[in-house]
């Protein structure tokens, strides 16, 4: 029932999303030669050195179009063993149309949210993302662009693409072209990380994962599905406090990737290296998210092995409030501590889950105020308000907090 349910939902969707490319693949070619002008007097558009600066501009993803991946090595290892079998029957479809409907309707509610508290909304392209294809080492179908803070990070006046390391992401960034091209023309400086070949050698293709016992054995080992033959990294493994940037190795970024980024930024940005007690490390936000000069939020069932270096140097560690999310909604993606995968608009305000009671109420006890969203549909796909964004701009300058 489901396959066909979902076989008939890409059906329905792909004459939407036909229409849609073909409208924007006009407006390309209308601006393709815009010629590069910038007077003296512009600023930067992109422009952000940590997380909670008052924010001006943000990517936020989209949902539509959004595909079930292949049930790859890498996919596998990092997604839950209860999904699974949801994976391997419906791998390179769509997601259920009636959940996708109703994560572009939140989507959409979050970024008017967003415009009514003064911030600009970018969105990228619409893709065909169920399209399969080839380079010289795979196939694959695509994935989605719902994850901007996957793919883009800001690191003051530039903005880095990264490699990625799941084959149904190698094309991701092709949805966030015309926006970054536009950034460039303005003045922005645009770095894209090494292409990574994806070969059979950047996965252990024989990686032992079939209980979570195994899976925090070889955390702690230091053995995960991605090898070091050439870097990869997802951007949400990088988290930014001014001069110090924080990463941790995980399923999608190796330690190749992180001295790429350490090397890239160097002398001006220090890259610190942090691991987690996780299981399955992936994307450093929904477990140690920073909300403000010395201030991060912790997850107690992920906590950090270096908390005592941020401590010393004075930090406050605030302990993350426990998820409601409801263990009948389906998190295809994601586990449910989304719940701590906040936005700050600034130091006093934070886009918050609205039916999260126990964080909003964390949130004004810290005194910052909560701006209550829902975003349960979306979180399906594998993020929170965190990773549906990359904030582009944010009104301040360069510091050391640490």
């Known amino acids: 029932m489901l396959r066909t349910f979902i076989t008939n939902s890409s059906r329905v969707l792909h004459r939407g999303y036909a229409r849609l490319i073909s409208q924007q693949s006009k407006r390309s070619q209308q601006t393709a030669a815009a010629p590069i002008e910038k007077s003296a007097e512009d600023t930067c558009p992109v422009s952000s050195y940590n997380e909670w600066d008052p924010l001006e501009e943000v990517i936020v993803g989209r949902p539509e179009g ?7 090595v890498e996919v596998k290892a990092n997604t839950n063993q209860a999904y699974w079998n949801f994976y391997e029957k419906h791998g ?7 959940h996708l409907e109703l994560a572009v309707k939140e989507v959409e509610e979050f970024c008017n949210i967003l415009r009514h508290e003064g911030v600009t909304v970018r ?4 893709v065909d993302w169920a399209k399969e294809y080839e380079t010289p080492d795979f196939k694959a179908k695509g994935l989605y662009s719902a994850m901007p803070r996957d793919i883009l990070i800001v690191i003051g006046e530039e903005i880095i693409e990264a490699p990625m390391a799941w084959r149904s992401r ?4 092709r949805a966030y072209r015309s926006i970054v091209k536009d950034y460039f023309r303005r003045g922005a400086k645009w770095t894209t990380a090494p292409k990574p070949e994806m070969k059979d050698d950047l996965y252990d293709c024989d990686y032992p994962m079939s209980n979570v016992q195994d899976r925090h054995i070889l955390a702690s080992q230091g053995k995960f599905v991605t090898t070091e033959f050439e870097p990869c990294f997802d951007a949400a493994d990088f988290i930014r406090a001014g001069k110090d940037i924080f990463a941790q190795r995980s399923q999608v970024t190796n330690y190749m990737g992180i001295e790429w980024m350490r090397r890239h930024l160097e002398p001006e940005f220090k890259v610190h290296e942090i691991s987690f007690q996780d299981p399955n490390p992936m994307h450093i936000d929904a477990t140690f998210n920073i909300i403000g000069p010395g201030l991060v939020l912790s ?8 908390i005592e270096m941020f401590k010393k140097a004075g930090w406050k560690i605030v302990t993350a409030a426990k998820p409601v999310i409801p263990d009948s909604h389906p998190l295809w993606m994601s586990s449910k501590w989304l719940s701590m995968n906040v936005l700050m608009l600034d130091e006093k305000r934070v886009v918050c889950d609205a039916n999260e009671i126990p964080t909003i109420k964390m949130f004004e006890r810290l005194g910052i105020q909560p701006i209550k969203v829902s975003l349960r549909y979306a979180n399906s796909l594998g993020g929170g308000f965190h ?7 944010r009104r301040g300058t360069l510091e050391s907090y640490f």
Do not use: H, M
Request: net charge negative.
């Open 170 to 173: 190698f094309f991701e960034y």
């Open 66 to 72: 959004a595909c079930i991946p292949s049930f790859t």
């Open 123 to 126: 969105r990228p392209d619409i």
């Open 387 to 393: 990773c549906w964004t990359t904030d582009v701009r």
């Open 92 to 98: 390179g479809q769509l997601f259920p149309e009636k």
């Open 299 to 306: 997850n107690p069932d992920r906590p950090c092995n270096q």
